[in-house]
C-alpha cells in the first residue's frame, strides 16, 4: 500500500480527516504528526542530508556527540544527569543534525509548521504544504527485525533493548552491517519546554540514507501525507481562531513577542 495520499481544502476537512484515521474497531490510535512547507519535501533527517555514504552516520554522530558534550557543560544545571541519547534530544533541540525527525501528538502544531516560515510573514508561494500523519505503534510492529516478536512491540523508549542498535555513539568497531536500516518512533527525553509545548515526539533513524517514507510496508497503514490545497494565511486564521497562538508552541519571550507582534500586523 504504501504512502496514502490525501488532500484536504479547509481545517476543518483536515482535523475531520484526521479524526477518522484515529477511531479504528479496535478503538483509538495513537497518531503523531510533522508539518512540512512543502509537500515535495521527503522524511530525511538533518544529519543524513549533508552525508553521501551511509558508513560516514554514525562515525560523524559521535564525532558531534564528542564536541557537544565536551563544550556544553557550562550551560547545564548542576548535577544535570545526561546520557547519550539525552545528549542526541539536546542537540535537535538546539540545531545540530541528527538521526531523529521531530513529530508531534497535535495536529495543530503540525499545521503550524506547514503554514508559517518560521521568522517574518506568512507568503503564499507555489509550494503546497503538507502534513505527515504516523502511527507510531504500528510503523514499529512492522520493523523486520519484529516480525517474529512475541510480545506486542509498542512506541520505544531509550532504555529499551529493542533499540540498542540504534543507539548513538557506539564503537567505531561496530559492524555496520549490525545495523538495521528502518527508523523506528521513540518517546524522547522532554528537557526543553518547547518540547512540552509541542507535544514532541520523535522518530530515529538507523543506518540507511533513504527518507523514512521510503520504509512504509506494503501491507497496511502506516503512513499518511496529507496535502494542504488552501491558503496559508487562512490556515493562521484558523489556527487563531482556535486559540492556538505562539507563545503556546514556542513557550519563551521570543514566542510571546512574536505572538504580540503580530497581533498588531507589525510582522
Known amino acids: 500500500m504504501g504512502v496514502i495520499e490525501h488532500e484536504v481544502n479547509s481545517t476543518t476537512e483536515l482535523v475531520d480527516f484526521v479524526l477518522k484515521l484515529g477511531q479504528t474497531d479496535d478503538g483509538l490510535r495513537t497518531l503523531w504528526h510533522?508539518?512540512?512547507r512543502s509537500e515535495n519535501y521527503s522524511l530525511v533527517p538533518s544529519l543524513v542530508r549533508k552525508l553521501t555514504e551511509e558508513e560516514q552516520i554514525f562515525p560523524m554522530e559521535r564525532r558531534l556527540i564528542t564536541r557537544f558534550r565536551q563544550r556544553s557543560l557550562p550551560f547545564w544545571p548542576a548535577g544535570y544527569p545526561q546520557n547519550v541519547w539525552e545528549h542526541l534530544f539536546a542537540m535537535q533541540h538546539f540545531g545540530i543534525p541528527t538521526r531523529m525527525l521531530d513529530w508531534s501528538e497535535s495536529l495543530l502544531v503540525a499545521l503550524y509548521f506547514a503554514a508559517t516560515p518560521g521568522t517574518g510573514p506568512v507568503v503564499e508561494d507555489e509550494e503546497t504544504p503538507a502534513i505527515w500523519t504516523l502511527d507510531p505503534v504500528k510503523w514499529n510492529r512492522?520493523?523486520?527485525?519484529?516480525?517474529?516478536?512475541?510480545?506486542?512491540?509498542?512506541i520505544l523508549t531509550t532504555d529499551s533493548d529493542d533499540l540498542a542498535a540504534y543507539t548513538p555513539s557506539s564503537s567505531p568497531s561496530e559492524d555496520l552491517v549490525r545495523r538495521y536500516k528502518v527508523p523506528l518512533a521513540i518517546f524522547g527525553t522532554h528537557n526543553s519546554a518547547r518540547i512540552v509545548a509541542q507535544r514532541g515526539a520523535f522518530t530515529v533513524g538507523g543506518r540507511s540514507l533513504e527518507p523514512m517514507d521510503s520504509f512504509v510496508p506494503a501491507d497496511g497503514e502506516t503512513l499518511w501525507k496529507i496535502r494542504l490545497e488552501y491558503s496559508r494565511q487562512e490556515m493562521i486564521d484558523d489556527l487563531q481562531t482556535l486559540g492556538?497562538?505562539?507563545?503556546m508552541i514556542f513557550p519563551d519571550?521570543?514566542?510571546?513577542?512574536?505572538?504580540?507582534?503580530a497581533s498588531e500586523g507589525l510582522l
Do not use: M, N, P
Open 34 to 36: 510533522r508539518g512540512h
Open 142 to 154: 512492522s520493523a523486520a527485525q519484529f516480525k517474529d516478536v512475541e510480545d506486542a512491540i509498542e
Open 244 to 247: 492556538f497562538a505562539e507563545s
Open 253 to 261: 519571550l521570543v514566542g510571546l513577542s512574536k505572538e504580540i507582534t
